[in-house]
């Protein structure tokens, strides 16, 4: 991968939060907190929407979708972000770097399709309340999510196909915790309006 876009970087280094140890350890709490509370809270959704018959409806099986998704999407960036707080070193190597690309965008997408999905659900509770089940069939409901993860994943290749083809000779320092496209592609050694042109 490195060679196809002739990148001499291997690696990028974060800058981090902050670099004051007093708020690395409240930033340390904090997160701990909120990324379990989300993970537990989550899993709390689909297990009880697995285990309750009464849940075994369309909305509930989106909902649980949902849970899962979020969960995912938390797991993305987080428990780098909390282990990096107290490292001196906070490096992420550059497979690692379009990884958290790949997924972020691809969990993302697929979040975005799946709640357009439970907007319709809603609005098929609603105004067709008599055909709900009829419309919103267990087929239907499978169909929108292999929809979701194939739009999702479609948008992330897409995203990504940018990114891998830059040159990356120079600058490795990511002014933040994760990786993203825009602060990548001001790392790349060639003029992005150029480089578009080209490719």
């Known amino acids: 991968m490195y060679r196809a876009n002739h990148s001499v970087v291997s690696e990028f280094v974060f800058l981090g939060l902050s670099s004051s140890w007093e708020i690395q350890l409240l930033l340390f709490c904090f997160s701990c907190l909120f990324y379990v509370s989300s993970m537990m809270g989550n899993l709390l959704i689909v297990v009880t929407v697995t285990f309750d018959p009464y849940l075994h409806a369309p909305m509930y099986?989106?909902?649980?979708?949902?849970?899962?998704?979020?969960?995912?999407?938390?797991?993305?960036?987080?428990?780098?972000?909390?282990?990096?707080?107290?490292?001196?070193?906070?490096?992420?190597?550059?497979?690692?770097?379009?990884?958290?690309?790949?997924?972020?965008?691809?969990?993302?997408?697929?979040?975005?399709?799946?709640l357009i999905a439970m907007a319709f659900d809603r609005y098929v509770a609603i105004c067709r309340p008599l055909h709900y089940l009829t419309i919103m069939s267990p087929r239907l409901c499978i169909l929108?999510?292999?929809?979701?993860?194939?739009?999702?994943?479609?948008?992330?290749?897409?995203?990504?196909?940018?990114?891998?083809?830059?040159?990356?000779?120079?600058?490795?320092?990511?002014?933040?915790?994760?990786?993203d496209i825009p602060r990548l592609v001001k790392l790349a050694c060639t003029d992005i309006v150029v480089f578009r042109k080209n490719h």
């Not at 897409?158 to 600058?171: D, I, K």
């Open 61 to 114: 099986f989106l909902l649980a979708n949902l849970s899962i998704i979020d969960m995912i999407f938390c797991s993305i960036a987080a428990p780098k972000m909390i282990c990096d707080l107290f490292r001196k070193q906070k490096v992420i190597s550059f497979g690692g770097c379009l990884a958290q690309i790949f997924f972020s965008h691809a969990v993302g997408g697929t979040e975005m399709v799946l």
């Open 144 to 179: 929108i999510l292999v929809v979701s993860w194939t739009i999702g994943l479609i948008h992330s290749s897409a995203q990504l196909a940018f990114v891998v083809n830059l040159p990356f000779c120079g600058p490795n320092v990511v002014d933040s915790f994760y990786c």
